[in-house]
């Protein structure tokens, strides 16, 4: 590992070293529940984990951005969300699926402007983190769980992904190891791998 920062809400590392992807963490590494409900290690889709050591074996370089609903300023739910993310953190390295980075999107956002959408956020995100990592465009995927495009006009070598996410009522196995195949196939096809 070259290096690694460590903030409230960020951790970043250089673990990879083709291509860059960027998966939303919630919903599609760890199922979203009520806000009243605890997460548990059940709520992490085992057949996405080993995708995930696939592509660490294969040098891919990728990470997590999450989004939160509360306000910045409420300093509660970033030190639970910062705990959250040191231990999926710890999860995915026994795992042998360690990330390259996670970042609070809510957190990096214009403070005054925390209303925005999930989608200002992701395409603010998605040039620093090219930069951190010199990643060519047309080699970087975003892989998040909504059904409508939110890149940039600007970023036409951007590949999006549509991945159905997690929910109580999440299909069978075989349904969801032939998604996740599905997936790693499209990634390996975006990042040139294919």
Same mark, same amino acid.
């Given at each position: 590992?070259?290096?690694?920062?460590?903030?409230?809400?960020?951790?970043?590392?250089?673990?990879?070293?083709?291509? #860059?992807?960027?998966? !939303?963490? %919630? %919903?599609? #590494?760890?199922?979203?529940?009520?806000?009243?409900?605890?997460?548990?290690?059940?709520?992490?889709? &085992?057949?996405?984990?080993?995708? #995930?050591? !696939?592509?660490? +074996?294969? %040098?891919?370089? *990728? =990470?997590?951005?999450?989004?939160?609903?509360?306000? $910045?300023?409420?300093?509660?739910?970033?030190?639970?969300?910062? /705990?959250? /993310?040191?231990?999926? +953190?710890?999860?995915?390295?026994?795992? =042998?699926?360690? @990330?390259? *980075?996670?970042?609070? &999107?809510?957190?990096?956002?214009? @403070?005054?402007?925390?209303?925005?959408?999930?989608?200002?956020? +992701?395409?603010?995100?998605? $040039?620093?983190?090219?930069?951190?990592?010199?990643?060519?465009?047309?080699?970087?995927?975003?892989?998040?769980?909504?059904?409508?495009?939110?890149?940039? @006009?600007?970023? @036409?070598?951007?590949? !999006?992904?549509?991945?159905?996410? #997690?929910? &109580?009522?999440? $299909?069978?196995? /075989?349904?969801?190891?032939?998604?996740?195949?599905?997936?790693? /196939?499209?990634?390996?096809?975006?990042?040139?791998? !294919?």
């Amino acid at each position: 590992m070259d290096s690694a920062v460590f903030d409230v809400h960020c951790i970043r590392r250089q673990v990879g070293s083709t291509g #860059l992807v960027i998966f !939303e963490r %919630d %919903d599609i #590494l760890l199922r979203q529940k009520p806000w009243f409900e605890d997460q548990t290690l059940g709520d992490i889709d &085992a057949d996405f984990v080993a995708m #995930l050591r !696939e592509m660490r +074996d294969l %040098d891919v370089r *990728f =990470g997590f951005i999450s989004h939160h609903s509360a306000p $910045p300023s409420d300093t509660r739910v970033r030190i639970d969300s910062a /705990t959250l /993310t040191r231990l999926l +953190d710890d999860l995915l390295k026994v795992s =042998g699926a360690l @990330p390259d *980075f996670w970042i609070d &999107a809510a957190c990096t956002s214009d @403070p005054r402007q925390h209303q925005r959408s999930h989608s200002r956020s +992701d395409l603010d995100l998605i $040039p620093k983190l090219m930069g951190w990592y010199e990643a060519d465009l047309n080699r970087t995927v975003m892989v998040r769980r909504a059904e409508a495009p939110r890149v940039s @006009p600007d970023a @036409p070598g951007l590949t !999006e992904i549509f991945y159905p996410g #997690l929910s &109580a009522r999440s $299909p069978s196995n /075989t349904s969801r190891r032939a998604t996740v195949g599905w997936l790693k /196939t499209m990634i390996k096809h975006a990042v040139d791998l !294919e």
